[in-house]
């Protein structure tokens, strides 16, 4: 069972909690016991586990930001200007995996799953595989 979660970002850099999403599509599967890949199909967007607070939101950001900020002299800004967006993608990495039990999430009381948009406004694609037996 796969699904493909489609969303539209508002900013240049956005984050959405897509856990609902998620949720959501393994619920048109039957999956006893397993894990759940949660994948983007883009180059400048990210996903994390983390806690849906606005404040850390804006910190892990702030952090990104400060580690890859834009315009820094990128080589690839020559040829399509967002490298910091790449860069930032980077970091965070393009896909998690969640533990699943009875069709459901194993998640910690905050735990939430994290879309970052880093090239923004844009529709994005997110895969989202269940895989039972694991
Ligand atoms: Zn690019």
Redesign the pocket.
């Known amino acids: 069972m796969w699904t493909m979660i489609e969303i539209d970002t508002r900013k240049p850099v956005d984050v959405i909690d897509i856990t609902a999403r998620v949720q959501e599509a393994l619920q048109e599967g039957k999956t006893e016991s397993g894990i759940c890949l949660v994948y983007t199909l883009h180059t ?1 967007a990210g996903l994390a586990v983390n806690e849906a607070d606005s404040a850390l939101i804006k910190d892990i950001s702030n952090l990104l930001d400060r580690v890859a900020p834009q315009g820094a002299g990128y080589h ?1 800004d020559r040829s ?1 200007g ?2 910091h967006a ?1 860069l930032r993608a980077t970091l965070l990495g393009n896909s998690v995996v969640i533990p699943v039990e009875q069709n459901k999430l194993i998640l910690g009381t905050w735990q939430r799953i994290l879309f970052f948009e880093f090239d923004g406004p844009r529709q994005r694609r997110i895969f989202v595989k269940a895989v039972p037996g694991v």
């Open positions: 400048t690839h399509d967002n490298a790449h």
